[in-house]
């Protein structure tokens, strides 16, 4: 049979209990942490999505590429790594709209924005062409 040492001192220390409290805590502080670079990887390269396709709108409304050229453009910009948006270019009545799509998992890689959001963040531009 064992016998547990049940001294005062034993039982009244507190040795230790930073530890249990630390160990308890880190994932929670971890997946912030996680959170919250995912987050910011995302903001900052939907703003970049954001940017090609103000530029290419731009430069499409000024008569400087027809359609194909300006989706090949963007695409090529606003592409991250291996993986490059869908990019919809379309001239319509004086006007012209950029569309480009990426998937979420390509811009937050840790994947913790997908529990938040949905499975792609999309951005549309639209200016109007000018005269000649």
Do not use: C
């Not at 499409?60 to 910009?77: I, K, L, N």
């Not at 012209?96 to 937050?108: E, F, G, K, S």
Request: glycine share 6%; hydrophobic share 50%; charged share 20%.
């Amino acid at each position: 049979m064992i016998k547990f040492n049940k001294s005062p001192r034993f039982t009244k220390s507190e040795d230790g209990s930073v530890t249990i409290e630390f160990v308890l805590w880190l994932p929670l502080f971890a997946l912030l942490l996680l959170l919250a670079a995912d987050a910011t990887l995302a903001f900052m390269r939907q703003s970049q999505m954001w940017q090609v396709s103000r530029e290419t709108a731009r430069v499409v409304s000024r008569y400087g590429m027809d359609e194909q050229t300006a989706e090949a453009f963007a695409a090529s910009a606003a592409g991250m790594g291996a993986t490059t948006p869908d990019v919809d270019v379309t001239l319509q009545d004086a006007f012209v709209t950029v569309d480009m799509a990426m998937p979420l998992r390509a811009m937050a890689p840790f994947g913790i924005l997908r529990f938040v959001g949905g499975d792609e963040i999309s951005v549309r531009v639209t200016h109007a062409m000018e005269p000649i």
